[in-house]
């Protein structure tokens, strides 16, 4: 069976109904954070309150994931999933009030508080129901290059859908919407969901949550910096647009980089066993880099720009793919749902921090904003770096090791 075929089996394991909910329910965690935004702004008339509240939103999410994960891994998918969906969909209920009434004050960090701590990593449970469910690795691979387009779609596409309801209706309506895909397709999938992984789970002995986290960290570090990329890029493309009078498009060529990520995570299935996975990080965050930093030359045309985001999405996906697949190694007996959650958290800290800090460099001039994305391309190779010399290192122990067996 060819590589790609593999894909023709995800929904011989898992119905493609089940799929098809699974990408719904998890497209409110991408708009949740910039729907927050949108709303709080215009209802205060503040941006300061509307990044403020944002900030409550992002840190909450982030911190609640991984201790989510742990909760999973304990109690079963199906329980924690059935009791948070109805609290998240009435936090988000709750926030569309506050927003909708320009409420300032505790009552409005609270919203923002309880929308982000109990928002569900949807992507990371469905990886680690994968994780249990795949046959051998090359179904794994294909399961995860999957996971990983979806993601980057709903990422990419999570923001647009938040603009356009913003622009076609009212502020909050990103919000309304977020709500009632929570309702709609978060609770059927969380009463879908698995009671256990595997039924041994209940008598497994489980690593500290420090400790699941410190295994993973390469992967998490990927992630972050990936996120970064996400968010830099985002903001430099805006400024671009805006410094080119045309900021309606910004939102569309910003877009082009997700279609040709998610199109070689799809492909990524594809790339041979034999390619190690310090190679293919190293690959990707070097072609990241390349690319981005590129991209700044572009800047009298946004068609060039989209060119060139086109080329560095080509990196991304599957770098994201092999971050997941780095955790899924990485990750102790008994640490699944932590460390596929923290992945999440890992992400949305660092499309956090790169919109922030390429937000103030791009006041500066576009460019500024893309070079801060290479960067993030610089650590991955760094990371990169560091899993090659640790597989050796491995390696070089596991055949002294052999001499005298």
């Known amino acids: 069976m060819s590589a790609l075929a593999q894909y023709k089996v995800l929904p011989q394991i898992s119905s493609g109904s089940a799929m098809a909910l699974a990408v719904a329910a998890r497209a409110p965690y991408a708009m949740i954070p910039l729907g927050t935004m949108t709303a709080v702004t215009a209802s205060t008339g503040s941006v300061a309150t509307g990044g403020l509240a944002t900030a409550f939103t992002s840190i909450a999410l ?45 009552l409005l960090w609270l919203a923002c508080l309880l929308a982000g701590g109990t928002s569900l990593p949807i992507g990371s449970f469905t990886r680690a129901r994968w994780v249990a469910m795949v046959g051998n690795n090359r179904q794994l691979s294909a399961a995860l290059s999957y996971e990983s387009t979806v993601d980057e779609l709903v990422f990419v596409l999570g923001p647009a859908l938040v603009g356009v309801a913003a622009s076609a209706a009212i502020p909050v309506a990103p919000l309304i919407v977020a709500a009632a895909l929570v309702i709609v397709a978060g609770i059927p999938f ?182 801060f994305a290479g960067g993030a391309g610089l650590i991955i190779i760094a990371i990169g770096v560091a899993l090659r010399v640790a597989g050796n290192v491995r390696r070089e122990r596991t055949s002294s090791s052999s001499k005298f067996l």
Request: contains cysteine; charged residues 5%; aromatic residues 4%.
């Open 62 to 106: 982030a911190v609640a994931s991984p201790l989510i994960g742990r909760w999973a891994d304990h109690a079963g998918q199906r329980f924690v999933l059935s009791l948070l969906t109805p609290i998240n969909a009435l936090s988000l209920l709750l926030l569309v009030y506050t927003s909708a009434t320009g409420t300032e004050g505790t």
């Open 190 to 371: 969380a009463l879908t969901a698995p009671t256990r992984l595997d039924p041994m789970e209940a008598h497994t002995t489980r690593p500290s949550i420090v400790s699941i986290l410190a295994a993973v960290a390469p992967a998490i570090g990927i992630m972050m910096c990936i996120g970064a990329f996400f968010g830099s890029v985002q903001t430099a493309t805006t400024e671009r647009a805006l410094e080119l009078g045309s900021p309606s498009v910004a939102g569309l060529v910003y877009a082009v980089m997700g279609i040709g990520s998610a199109v070689m995570a799809l492909m990524a299935v594809a790339i041979p066993e034999s390619v190690r996975t310090s190679t293919r990080v190293l690959v990707g965050g070097l072609g990241m880099m390349v690319f981005i930093v590129t991209t700044t030359a572009a800047s009298g045309s946004l068609i060039l720009t989209a060119a060139g985001l086109l080329i560095t999405g080509l990196f991304v996906g599957p770098t994201m793919v092999t971050a997941f697949s780095v955790t899924e190694k990485l990750a102790p007996s008994g640490g699944t749902g932590v460390a596929m959650t923290s992945m999440q958290s890992a992400i949305t800290i660092g499309v956090s921090v790169g919109s922030s800090v390429g937000g103030g460099l791009a006041a500066t001039g576009a460019g500024h904003s893309y070079l």
